[in-house]
């Protein structure tokens, strides 16, 4: 199967059998993944990954794509898939977040085995005259309706500048693309994306012009800041996207897109050499999207990352000797706020049992913030 035929989205399952190359690895004959529907980057980088598993391992994987975020994380629940190839809901899922704060969901037992740095920043009309994330104070910052996973990220590059969305003009929009191309019509001066996106491109081409506004990679506080929103970002230097270059590089975060996401009580063996094969078929796949290169395994396979690392992905970096002190505390300390967050959630239960809804929703988040608070 080609890398054209699996990106022109006319399949919503791909079944990928090839025969094997000797390789250490060894997988399961049959694997079912799910994945963001067909046509987005997520499911695009799956196939090319599953393309790889079954030339090298002679491996046949089903990819079960889903428009929603518990499409995607049911069948990996209830044990239909084996993998997920998820973005920021692995977040909201092991926190109880937004469609996860339902009574029959809560906080649940996610493990990562690896995931793609993906970088994401502020970009604002030049002639707005916002340099620092302090100046974003009374700016029009353009959000986008009913999407969490983007809003969640400026919310939390807001606090890393001191600030919070009251502090900001928040401009609603009903589309990622509407709010994208508010700056550029002159109805935002900021907002915050990827940085492909090809409003921005326009927004460059424009008489506004544009500017990344500065994240340092230096500011501890301001780091600190943010991972009390998401503990899931990193610094990140970018050269690639409306208005940078290797000559113009901006300053912004990174988070992990795809992530790789199992349950806890997944075979540690198994964990172990699906990492392992993502790590030895590298060569196979590297090249299939722009971006995928961003796969090896010392920059995806190491945190931070939305959700605690697997004991199997663990144990492969450490033999690779690719993990260190640092990231063990930091793994720990993850793990350390899931275990509370689901002894919170259940206590609540406990406690409220005739709370559902949006009241439900709401008594959680004081009590999630009061159990981050405390740890």
């Known amino acids: 199967m080609t890398s054209t035929r699996l990106a022109t989205g006319l399949l919503s399952t791909i079944f990928v059998v090839f025969s094997g190359v000797a390789s250490a690895a060894e997988l ?8 963001y529907d067909v046509g987005s980057q997520g499911h695009s980088e799956a196939s090319a990954i599953a393309d790889a598993f079954g030339r090298a391992y002679n491996t046949r994987v089903r990819i079960q794509p889903a428009g929603s975020a518990i ?10 898939a084996d993998y997920a190839f998820l973005a920021t809901e692995s977040f909201f899922a092991t926190e109880g977040l937004y469609d996860f704060s339902d009574r029959r969901w809560g906080p649940q037992d996610l493990r990562a085995i690896a995931g793609r740095p993906s970088t994401f920043g502020v970009p604002s009309a030049a002639d707005a005259n916002i340099h620092t994330l302090q100046d974003l104070q009374g700016k029009r910052v353009a959000y986008v309706a009913g999407n969490p996973s983007v809003n969640v990220k400026c919310d939390a590059i807001l606090a890393f500048g001191g600030l919070t ?21 002159g109805r935002a001066d900021a907002t915050c994306t990827t940085t492909t996106a090809s409003q921005l491109y326009e ?27 998401a503990p ?26 795809p992530i790789i996401v199992t349950m806890a009580d997944q075979d540690e063996e198994q964990v ?5 094969a ?32 697997h004991p199997g992905a663990v144990r492969y970096m450490q033999e690779k000797g690719l993990w260190d002190e640092d990231m063990q505390a930091w793994n720990d300390a993850r793990l350390a706020r899931l275990e509370a967050l ?34």
């Open 28 to 35: 399961p004959n049959t694997m079912t993944w799910t994945a």
């Open 71 to 80: 499409g995607r994380l049911q069948p990996l629940l209830s044990g239909r």
């Open 165 to 185: 969305r009251d502090d900001v003009d928040a401009v609603m929009f009903p589309t990622h693309g509407a709010a994208m191309s508010s700056l550029v019509e």
């Open 203 to 229: 927004l460059e081409e424009s008489s506004r012009g544009i500017r990344w506004v500065d994240i340092p990679a230096d500011d501890e506080q301001g780091w600190s800041r943010m991972n009390q929103v």
């Open 232 to 257: 899931v970002f990193q610094p990140f230097t970018e050269t690639i996207g409306a208005g940078l270059s290797e000559d113009s590089p901006a300053n912004m975060l990174a988070y992990r897109y």
């Open 272 to 276: 172990y050499q699906l990492i392992g």
């Open 278 to 309: 993502l790590d030895e078929s590298y060569d196979l796949y590297r090249d299939a999207t722009a971006a995928i290169k961003r796969w090896s395994i010392e920059d995806a396979g190491v945190p931070p990352i939305d959700i605690p690392f």
């Open 342 to 375: 689901k002894n919170a959630w259940s206590s609540l239960l406990e406690e409220e049992a005739n709370l559902n809804g949006d009241a439900l929703a709401e008594r959680w988040e004081e009590r999630r913030q009061q159990v981050i608070d405390e740890l």
